[in-house]
């Protein structure tokens, strides 16, 4: 008799990466806000810090419609064209 | 797949599943070639076709993985439709699959049927609509999450990060008094036609029971109603709420007796479901202090009637109903899909 595999692996895309900042001094960072409690908080003192050791400057910031939905298009074109670096992810 | 040299003892067959991880804890019914071609030609499709997608997860569900693991359920190829149906409403992006699927609130995904197909399948809605006994109410809710675990890799520990679980999300399927009811029922009441068969999913990581046996009018049952739901340790209190009331056999025929509508009843609930903003302070559910003018300022708990979503189940004694809150302060929305049951399913609706 058959065994019949019922799993899927993730579709697998390619995905273009930015090319990586040789340095970090002076970046345009970019900031994507969850919406999760306390997110904005940790994201503001994040960038404080950045600016302070490597005067990087928020020039963008992306606050989601819900931790559930992904960054839409013109958030992603907006992160793209304005900011050199982005940080996201914040979890519970 | 593969060959195994144990198929001799169906038991070792079934081991071989839980070996592999393909599993939800219980025994799965192994597919067979002739079951899976079965369950695909119920619902009229082809093993290589596209039931659905979660982009932002990489996430493509075919149609020959969601009937394995409809047959390993133990459905019954004619409820393959069902599942498919339950399937696109999982992937509508209305339902935004990602959060109710990993989040650590563990939440069920309830399936409510209605329709010709509830009587032609056999599935309940009378006593014990949530509980056990009924093979398509086990089975259909049951393909559901083997398909998310399996074909769509939420699993535990990984991209399902529920904190405790709840039963529920073993299977969670009833059906609607389709005949017996105060109103048109659920389905109608979303857009459909009475004589088309559907499925609507609602994400829920609670399932309170709520008892009354003293109301003879809608306020004072309905006032129950609105307590539970804006209890402080309801996950879903600071922004607004989509919600699953489920009226039982006595209290249907208390709001029928009255003549009080669906909207009257969504009305009084969107009005009455509120706590006081000292409250939410007193419960550190809003942070600060409790300041002046808290105690007499009100928050309520749903934005618009339509939020609250009512369907009559269960048997007709007893004073027993049920809500079933939404996951997520509406950043997943319920998603009725109508079953094709001679083909595949179309005409998803938020």
């Known amino acids: 008799m058959k065994l019949f595999d019922p799993t899927s692996k993730p579709v697998e895309r390619a995905v273009a990466l930015a090319p990586r900042p040789a340095s970090p001094r002076g970046l345009r960072l970019g900031l994507v806000d969850n919406t999760k409690h306390n997110s904005d908080t940790l994201l503001r003192k994040l960038a404080e810090r950045l600016a302070a050791r490597h005067r990087m400057t928020v020039t963008v910031t992306n606050r989601k419609r819900s931790p559930s939905h992904e960054v839409d298009e013109a958030g992603i074109a907006a992160l793209r064209a304005q900011a050199d670096l982005v940080i996201s992810g914040i979890g519970d | ?350």
């Not at chain 2, 596209?50 to 075919?62: A, C, F, H, Q, S």
């Not at chain 2, 609105?226 to 922004?239: I, T």
């Not at chain 2, 919600?243 to 009455?272: C, M, P």
């Open chain 2, 1 to 350: 797949m593969s060959e195994i040299d144990e198929a001799a003892d169906p038991a070792a067959l079934i081991e071989a599943y839980y070996d592999a991880g393909w599993t939800d804890g219980l025994p799965v019914v192994p597919p067979s070639d002739a079951s899976i071609a079965a369950t695909l030609a119920a619902a009229g499709l082809q093993g290589h076709e596209l039931l659905g997608e979660i982009p932002g997860r990489n996430t493509e569900v075919i149609a020959e993985k969601a009937a394995i693991n409809t047959v390993m359920a133990g459905c019954r190829p004619e409820y393959m439709p069902v599942v498919v149906a339950a399937v696109r409403s999982l992937c509508d992006p209305a339902f935004a699959y990602h959060g109710p699927a990993s989040s650590t609130g563990g939440s069920a995904m309830v399936l409510v049927v209605n329709g010709p197909i509830v009587k032609r399948l056999g599935i309940n809605s009378g006593n014990n609509a949530f509980g056990q006994g009924h093979r398509p109410n086990a089975t259909i809710g049951r393909a559901v999450r083997l398909i998310m675990m399996n074909a769509m890799n939420t699993r535990p520990g990984f991209l399902d990060r529920a904190t405790l679980g709840n039963p529920g999300k073993y299977s969670f399927c009833f059906a609607e008094h389709d005949d017996d009811h105060p109103w048109e029922p659920l389905h109608v009441s979303r857009g459909l036609a009475r004589h088309e068969s559907a499925v609507t999913l609602i994400a829920s990581n609670s399932l309170y029971q709520v008892y009354n046996q003293l109301a003879a009018t809608p306020p004072p049952l309905l006032l129950c109603f609105a307590d539970a739901l804006a209890n402080m340790g309801s996950p879903n209190l600071k922004g607004f709420n989509q919600t699953l009331i489920v009226f039982a056999g006595e209290h249907s025929d208390i709001v029928r007796a009255a003549k009080w509508s669906r909207a009257d009843v969504q009305g009084f609930l969107v009005e009455h479901t509120r706590r006081r903003l000292a409250d939410f302070k007193r419960a550190a559910r809003i942070p600060g202090a409790v300041a002046a003018g808290d105690e007499t300022t009100w928050r309520h708990i749903f934005e618009r009637p339509d939020d609250i979503l009512i369907a009559c189940a269960g048997g007709r004694a007893g004073s027993w109903s049920a809500c079933l809150p939404g996951w997520g302060n509406k950043w997943t929305r319920a998603v009725t899909t109508r079953i094709d049951d001679a083909g595949s399913s179309h005409g998803r609706q938020a």
